[in-house]
């Protein structure tokens, strides 16, 4: 060894090409020893012993660091099989493998070297890496050997390679057991693998045959392992088999019996039998058999009985008996005289035999001194009733052309009146104060479940109205009286409507990243695609989303739509969410049900994702008491087109293939969905219960007072944020107020109509109509045909010669029989002070055409701002799938993490899906947007039982959690 000697090569500023080979050779000659010593502590390959440089071209085409073209790569040793790591490098002097942080010496190796054309040294090297190198290793990060390279211009090194020893333990965790299932429902054959590494592949046989759950749609093999048969079906039934396997071996299960059997089902009652009795008192039997279906493999046969028996009666049979002979009637021309008898004494009845003989006797009334023509007699007779024949068929010709000209006479008269009685009807309301100039009226009885606005014209509330017209406008008819009040349901929406003209109309708004996400795309780009025509613009909110996910957010309605991370099928697709709001959006229902939330519009319709989003919106039913039953109704129809409304699912009856998960909190709902729509919640009770929806009651007063009159509205309300916030701007638009808080009331289906009457009026005032108090009947209310269902009152001073400057009064609200919930809404009104106050003239808002182009969102606030967009990052939640998703013999994996966030009504939703710890991330996103939610989640994480997960998320996130 060179002692003394101090070792070190600069590849900064090197001189000439000519001279890099006198450079490289003389450190090498000076420290090539040195170098060879330390080997094992460097992470570059040392020079090559003294000799081995004439041995090496110091040409400039090695004058590079290596490159390599082979590198090791992860691999499992199998038994007791022994593995091969190679790797090869150009341009290189020598290359040695590191395992383990030790440098291998060259007879481990074995060494291939050649130089090609070019004048390049290619050194290829291998090693082989036993199972007891493995094993005796007890590295935390497992055994692992990566390559170094040298040349002249330095060293490199390859990847890391890491080598485990394959395994798959004996026993399964979990195996499948015989089952007995019902034709066409859900079935769960439950299989966990045993412990391996690499993870095992499950997969199932059926009879010994491959099962192909590709072909199969019915058929679905879970997270976990588990096989999950959607509908059952005869052909299903079979010996099933559980299999794992890896590249260290290859196990299978107990086989499983899967019996499928059918319960017997009655046929329809077949025809009664005839009475067993031929006169008097007798049985009828009727029949049915248990064949739909026939009850197979031990299913359960039918209960009841087979035999139907009735009592009957067969009236006896009367035999008819000839009456007696008339008298002979005159003498004919024809020289004959006539008498008759009829079988009625007693007439034949109940299959009774008829007389015998003739009804008719005919005599010689002249002693045969005339002669008889009966040719003549018979020819005359037969004219006689052609006559008749002819003369019947033109009277009722002649009767159904008089009916035919009376009904079209009928119809034309109809059509008049009614089209004087609408004109007249609408000149009488233009006057009375209670609608606008223009609405048409109908001339039978209102209805409260319908709109007698097609327009959306300004209401005022200070016009007089008309005398005799009534003191309260209720959208629908008094019970306790006799007369007929007038509909004053103004337009719902608040803002202008767009023209009717246009049967599609187009919005265009910049995209915009959400809050809480950087993005420097430039936003200059407009997104133009077609629109609901009838949304208000400022109920839609529209969005460019790209990988990173988004949060589509009106406020003031509570509507959200979550899009998580790598959802969408493209680059960037612009999404819009819109609150529906017009009366011919809303779903038709029957009679027991309701509807429980807005009509929310998620588009472009049809738009699918790779992962399920998130629909957040209100609801008002009560579901503490657990008395509904819900469902979730869709339309995928375009913006303009009409409705077709379909139901998507209902609570409780979800099986394999629903494609939506629905979450019902209190107040909220959440609603995972692969596509876009429009949706609504309904419900209605369940059978022997009396469901409960929240409504709300607004009252509103004009802001001016100006004329005699003074008109306050009691607005009937869901209990949603939509709904009040559509008034709120209904009334601002119209010159309103809100006089009190709104109060809240439980509603229950019992067919109880609700009550609303004046209490505490002011001295000096009077209801024109002389009626405090008025039904909306029960069906109007349940039935929510209608938005913004309103009951108006009008009142009036006692003296007209009196100026009235202070109002106040109080409305009870309450449905009869439920008196005990009796809501109280207080109007106190300074009728001077507010009209010092009102503007003298109220701005106009300027209408909007068919196509809105709008430049900036910002001050309409459409996105959650208050936290960011997801709590979670990627990475993070990458190690959360990974840990949660893999089943475990403790049972806290998945399924206990959605138990524990009350997310498990129907756990198979999340067993279908690549990872289950995804699907309920994303939903936990959603539900939970308060500040403490992290904090909460990584408890829940500790209660069960899985600190290695929460270390994980303490390390990745801060010790704060």
């Known amino acids: 060894m060179r002692s003394g000697v101090r070792c070190s090569v600069r590849r900064e500023n090197m001189p000439h090409s000519w001279i890099i080979p006198f450079v490289a050779l003389l450190g090498f000659i000076l420290c090539g020893d040195t170098l060879a010593e330390t080997a094992e502590t460097l992470d570059f ?6 000799g081995a440089e004439n041995a090496y071209s110091f040409s400039e085409a090695n004058m590079r660091l290596p490159v390599f073209y082979v590198e090791p790569e992860d691999t499992f040793i199998v038994k007791n099989s022994a593995i091969t790591l190679t790797c090869s490098a150009a341009p290189a002097s020598q290359l040695l493998f590191k395992c383990n942080g030790n440098v291998l010496k060259d007879k481990q190796h074995t060494t291939l070297e050649n130089i090609d054309n070019d004048g390049v040294q290619h050194v290829t090297v291998s090693i082989e890496v036993s199972r007891n190198d493995v094993e005796e290793y007890f590295g935390l990060d497992g055994y692992w050997c990566e390559c170094l390279a040298w040349s002249l211009a330095g060293s490199t090194k390859s990847r890391r390679a890491t080598i485990n020893v394959a395994y798959l333990r004996k026993s399964f965790k979990r195996e499948p057991f015989p089952t007995e299932a019902e034709v066409d429902s859900t079935v769960e054959l439950q ?75 009655w046929s329809s009652w077949g025809q009664w039998s ?76 109940n299959g009774g035999k008829s007389c015998r003989g003739e009804d008719l006797s005919t005599q010689n009334c002249t002693a045969d001194l005339c002669r008889e023509h009966t040719e003549a007699i018979v020819f005359d007779n037969n004219g006689k009733d052609l006559i008749l024949y002819i003369g019947l068929g033109a009277a009722v010709l002649v009767f159904i052309a008089v009916v035919v000209l009376i009904i079209c006479c009928l119809r034309r008269k109809a059509r008049q009146e009614f089209d004087e009685e609408r004109a007249v009807g609408s000149t009488k309301l233009s006057k009375s104060g209670y609608m606008p100039a223009n609405t048409a009226v109908l001339s039978y009885e209102p209805d409260l479940t319908k709109n007698a606005l097609r327009k959306n014209n300004d209401f005022n509330y200070n016009e ?35 023209p009717e003209s246009s049967s599609r109309s187009s919005l265009s708004l910049r995209s915009r990243t959400p809050s809480g996400v950087s993005d420097s795309r430039p936003t200059s780009g407009v997104l133009q695609f077609a629109v609901p025509a009838n949304v208000d613009p400022a109920d839609i909110q529209i969005e460019n989303v790209s990988a990173s996910g988004a949060r589509l957010c009106l406020p003031e309605c509570g509507v959200v739509l979550t899009i998580p991370r790598d959802a969408v099928l493209e680059d960037e697709v612009p999404v819009y969410l819109a609150i529906c709001r017009d009366d011919r959006d809303r779903p038709p229902l029957s009679d027991k049900e309701t509807l429980l939330s807005p009509v929310v519009f998620c588009g472009p319709p049809g738009l699918s994702f790779k992962k399920p989003v998130i629909v957040e919106f209100k609801h008002c039913a009560n579901v503490k008491l657990d008395n509904w039953t819900l469902s979730v109704l869709h339309s995928d129809s375009q913006p303009d087109d009409p409705m077709n409304w379909q139901r998507l699912v209902t609570l409780g009856e979800e099986n394999i293939a629903t494609p939506v998960y629905t979450q019902v909190d209190s107040g909220q709902v959440f609603l995972m969905t692969d596509y876009l729509s429009r949706f609504a919640l309904v419900g209605q009770s369940i059978p022997e219960a009396k469901a409960t929806k929240m409504l709300r009651f607004a009252v509103f007063v004009p802001q001016n007072y100006t004329s005699m009159d ?18 709120k701007r209904l009334e601002k638009k119209l010159g309103g107020k809100m006089a009190d808080k709104p109060k809240f009331l439980h509603f229950q289906d019992t067919g109880e109509d609700l009550c609303l009457s004046i209490h505490d009026l002011m001295p000096g005032w009077h209801s024109k109509l002389q009626a405090n108090y008025q039904e909306i009947p029960f069906s109007h209310v349940w039935s929510c045909k209608q938005y913004n269902l309103h009951c108006a009152f009008t009142l009036e001073p006692v003296s007209i010669d009196t100026v009235m400057e202070k109002l106040s009064c109080k409305f009870h609200v309450y449905q009869k029989g439920q008196g005990g919930q009796r809501r109280v809404l207080t109007v106190h009104s ?31 606030s459409p996105l959650d701002t208050t936290t960011q967009l997801f709590r979670l990052p990627a990475c993070t939640r990458v190690k ?7 089943p475990n013999s403790r049972g806290n994996d998945w399924r206990l993490l959605a138990s524990r966030m009350g997310v498990d009504r129907y756990i198979n939703y999340f067993a279908t899906k690549p990872s289950p710890t995804e699907s309920i991330l994303d939903l936990w996103e959603a539900r939970h947007r308060e500040a403490g939610a992290l904090a909460e989640f990584t408890e829940i994480l500790r209660r069960m039982g899985r600190e290695d997960v929460f270390r994980m998320l303490e390390d990745d996130l801060g010790s704060w959690l």
Request: glycine share 8%.
């Open 45 to 50: 390959l040392p020079f090559p012993e003294e």
């Open 191 to 265: 299989c966990l693998p045993p412990a391996g590494n690499p993870l095992p592949e499950v997969f199932w046989l059926k009879d010994g045959d491959l099962i192909d759950v590709a072909r199969e749609p019915s058929l679905i093999i879970s997270s976990e392992g588990s096989l999950i048969i959607s509908q059952v079906r005869l052909s299903d039934a079979g010996n099933f088999t559980c299999g794992a396997q890896n590249i260290a071996r290859r196990l299978i299960s107990e086989t499983a019996e899967l019996i499928v059997f059918v319960n017997g089902g």
């Open 274 to 349: 005839g009475c067993n009795s031929k006169c008097g008192r007798g049985v009828q039997r009727r029949t049915r058999t248990c064949t739909e279906p026939v009850a197979l493999n031990g299913g359960r046969q039918c209960r009841g009985d087979a035999l139907q028996k009735s009592d009957c009666t067969t009236m006896c049979p009367v035999n008819g008996a000839w009456t007696m002979w008339s008298s002979w009637s005159t003498c004919s021309p024809d020289c004959r005289q006539h008498r008759r008898r009829t079988c009625t004494n007693p007439g034949p009845a």
């Open 464 to 498: 007089k109205p008309k005398e005799g017209a009534g003191g309260a406008a209720l959208t629908g008819i008094l019970k306790n009286t006799d007369r007929h009040v007038t509909i004053a349901t103004p337009y719902a929406d608040s803002a202008e409507k767009l």
């Open 710 to 727: 003074y008109n306050v509205r009691v607005y009937i309300l869901e209990d949603t944020q939509d709904a009040l916030e559509g008034v």
């Open 830 to 860: 300074d009728l001077v002070k507010n009209a010092a106050e009102s503007p003298s003239a109220t701005p106009r808002k300027p209408k909007l055409g068919s196509t809105a182009v709008v430049t900036s969102l910002s001050s309409s």
């Open 880 to 886: 959360l799938c990974a840990a949660l998703d893999l």
